[in-house]
């Protein structure tokens, strides 16, 4: 009943606050179910986007590369995604607006079999697709082990994450690598968890809110305005614990409490309340992909982000006015 009584009020004020002007119909979308997602989710669902003037039907993508080339063609016109870099060096021009991943918030799992990481010479690891938050981090992993990507151990694409558990199941890959949330599942699916990614602080650009630089152009309002609910979905979580988790629960699939204190206490601790791009994240990225992507050795963090929308924000006392709003517990 809290839940309801708070979105109805929420949706009042929103109500009100587009009385003299309709919201503008928006699709954002999201490349996995995971709680770096979340914020999308929630933005929607207590009404936060369209308090600030925006009817928002979330997308789901199936994985990042798809994410991306939804985002340049520009149907959603907004993709919440960790790709940005490696789409700019391949010619199209899209800009991180903010972000939520300054590392990889990823667990490597291994057969029940696979228990040490000496193992992991010869074997099969899955990633989502070339090119992926996925393939960046299982490059990061085997370089810690010494080893090259394809030389020592081979990436093999297998799907979504949740396709990929299977894939460990019935061997058809040796490892994989997950986001908290899916690991969760990993584990009680008997697979064996033998490195956590993040415990290397190697920092790195993650998902974050992506747009277009026309789309940017020619809707800058509507760019800023989803980064206002974007930013404002971040604080309720913090400071709505139950009613976040109700609504982890309809999108990940699981009402297991157990299971949503996990992927909550997982995002409180990742997620920055003030949630701006990390442009040495951005240049160790672009010094990963150099070997495959010659353009990026010369190119800048700078060409791959617009601070320009939380600068705004700040000057504003957007984010003075959130941590009013939602104090924190």
Request: hydrophobic share 45%.
């Amino acid at each position: 009943m809290l839940f309801r009584a708070i979105v109805f009020v929420v949706a009042t004020a929103a109500c009100a606050a587009t009385q003299a002007q309709d919201p503008k119909k928006i699709r954002i979308g999201y490349p996995a179910i995971s709680t770096t997602q979340s914020h999308i989710w929630v933005g929607h669902e207590a009404g936060l986007f369209l308090k600030h003037g925006l009817a928002v039907e979330p997308v789901f993508l199936r994985g990042g590369q798809i994410a991306t080339q939804a985002l340049a063609a520009g149907d959603p016109p907004i993709v919440n995604i960790g790709t940005v870099v490696q789409a700019n060096l391949q010619g199209y021009n899209l800009a991180l607006v903010a972000a939520v991943q300054s590392k990889y918030d990823f667990y490597v799992y291994g057969r029940p079999d696979i228990t040490r990481l000496e193992q992991v010479k010869g074997k099969r690891v899955g990633i989502t697709g070339f090119g992926s938050a996925t393939h960046n981090a299982s490059t990061i992993f085997l370089r810690h082990l010494k080893m090259e990507p394809n030389k020592d151990a081979a990436l093999v694409p297998s799907g979504v994450e949740s396709e990929q558990i299977a894939a460990l199941v019935s061997g058809k890959i040796d490892l994989a690598l997950f986001t908290s949330v899916v690991a969760y599942r990993a584990r009680k699916a008997g697979l064996h968890e033998l490195f956590y990614i993040g415990d290397l602080n190697y920092e790195i650009q993650g998902n974050g809110l992506a747009t277009s630089r026309s789309f940017i152009q020619s809707q800058r309002e509507v760019v800023k305005a989803a980064v206002k609910g974007y930013v404002e979905a971040i604080h309720f979580i913090f400071a709505n614990k139950k009613d976040a988790q109700r609504i982890f629960a309809k999108y990940l699939r699981n009402d297991d409490p157990e299971f949503l204190e996990f992927a909550y206490q997982t995002y409180v601790k990742l997620i920055p309340k003030k949630p701006y791009p990390t442009l040495k994240g951005v240049q160790n990225l672009l010094e990963m992909l150099a070997p495959q992507i010659p353009q990026a050795k010369n190119a800048k963090p700078e060409q791959f982000v617009d601070m320009s929308f939380l600068q705004e924000l700040e000057k504003e006392g957007f984010f003075n006015e959130m941590a009013k709003r939602y104090p924190s517990k």
